[in-house]
């Protein structure tokens, strides 16, 4: 089946409850002894194993092409209970530079007093992977895009280099989604997503999700029991009905995306735009490659700098300025005042991030209406 199909087939429970065709919100935290023998068989909220959870796992190992998924109570969530299970005290983990502000302070604030230790890498550098790499380096941690920068690792040669090692890839691949990139079809032994994004794709619940081989999701599952990370059913029920639209939602952020893209770099107040789908962008021919779709996030410079951006920002009359992605409405951001707040200022410039950069999570409104709205907003900076 093709992944349209599987987005709105492959979690069906069978047989279908009294014939819904929707599967019903199982709002029952304890489910009637039925003899099972192992703990992790009874059935349980926490344990991650009611039909809602059960629906959820197999929609999303369809989507990516993986033998297996669970789903947890954010994207956070996912990221620290694969973390634990893959790594224990005396590890070492890789883990490209700029991640997620969320997944970097976990790694530096958190991993440490598990005796875990880590090195950051230049994900566009080989060289600098075998440099850090020790003997007892375990795991190797990238994004599928950076954000706001959106610059893309050589994915083929991190897991090339996590084979030959015995490392295991892991990677957050949110930004893409399984329609415009599926990681365990390339190789890599985790696929990790904070749904919270576009496979919910509504910005009405937070969640996440581990997908990846049937015994490597045995063991995150164990590890999620104990943490108690759970997603509640409602939202289980949410994210099912958001993940059904997903192929459509995202065709039409990979087009306003671009459209977007395109009139930002053709506009004379703009200074440079970041957009793997753009000529221009560094990584273009690697996410050629690789992706099948370039989503919806993209980040700008207007001449003028912060100022510029901040009376660019507040003529805006569609996007909304707040922080997130994958919603079906525009948001935008100024990342240093934001996401990448918490970084001093000399470091975020030397990541490329300066204080006018304006990063914009493209929904799926009429571009039409989007380009307007940009346009009037740009005509008086
Ligand atoms: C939002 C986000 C996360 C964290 O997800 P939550 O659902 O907020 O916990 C992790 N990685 C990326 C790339 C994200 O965008």
Redesign the pocket.
């Known amino acids: 089946m093709k992944l349209q199909t599987k987005l709105i087939h492959a979690g069906e429970l069978r047989p279908r409850f009294a014939g819904a065709v929707i599967a019903p919100i199982f709002q029952s935290s304890t489910f009637e002894y039925a003899g099972q023998g192992r703990y992790e068989d009874l059935k349980y909220i926490r344990l991650n194993n009611t039909p809602n959870h059960v629906a959820l796992g197999r929609v999303l190992a369809a989507a990516e092409g993986a033998q297996a998924a669970l789903v947890t109570a954010?994207?956070?969530?996912a990221?620290s209970a694969a973390l634990l299970t893959v790594l224990k005290a005396g590890d070492h983990l890789l883990a490209q530079e700029c991640l997620?502000g969320?997944?970097h302070t976990f790694i530096t604030g958190d991993l440490p007093g598990f005796g875990i230790s880590f090195d950051f890498i230049n994900a566009a550098d080989p060289e600098d992977w075998r440099r850090k790499l020790r003997p007892n380096t375990r795991a190797i941690y990238v994004?599928t895009m950076s954000?706001p920068l959106l610059q893309v690792p050589d994915h083929r040669k991190v897991v090339d280099f996590a084979r030959s090692h015995g490392l295991v890839s892991m990677i957050?691949n949110?930004?893409a989604s399984p329609v415009n990139f599926r990681p365990p079809e390339l190789g890599y032994d985790v696929s990790?997503h904070?749904?919270?994004?576009y496979l919910n794709g509504h910005s009405d619940i937070?969640?996440?999700a581990v997908i990846g081989s049937t015994a490597l999701i045995g063991r995150v599952n164990h590890k999620l029991i104990h943490l108690g990370g759970c997603l509640d059913p409602h939202a289980c029920f949410l994210l099912e009905r958001g993940i059904k639209t997903l192929a459509l939602r995202m065709r039409a952020h990979n087009e306003n995306g671009q459209r977007i893209a395109q009139f930002l770099a053709r506009h004379p107040r703009v200074e440079r735009v970041m957009y793997p789908g753009l000529n221009s962008h560094p990584d273009h021919r690697l996410a050629s490659e690789l992706f099948d779709g370039f989503g919806g996030l993209l980040s700008f410079e207007l001449q003028g700098g912060a100022a510029a951006a901040q009376a660019f920002m507040q003529r805006l009359q569609i996007p909304i300025g707040a922080p997130?992605?994958?919603g079906v409405e525009t948001l935008i951001t100024r990342p240093a005042t934001t996401s990448h707040s918490g970084i001093a200022p000399h470091d975020r410039a030397r990541m490329g991030i300066s204080d006018g950069l304006i990063r914009l999570a493209v929904g799926i409104e009429a571009v039409e209406d989007l380009l307007d709205d940009l346009s009037q907003a740009l005509s008086i900076v």
């Open positions: 954010s994207g956070m969530a990221i997620y969320g997944t994004e954000n957050d949110t930004l990790l904070s749904c919270t994004k937070v969640a996440g997130s992605l994958g």
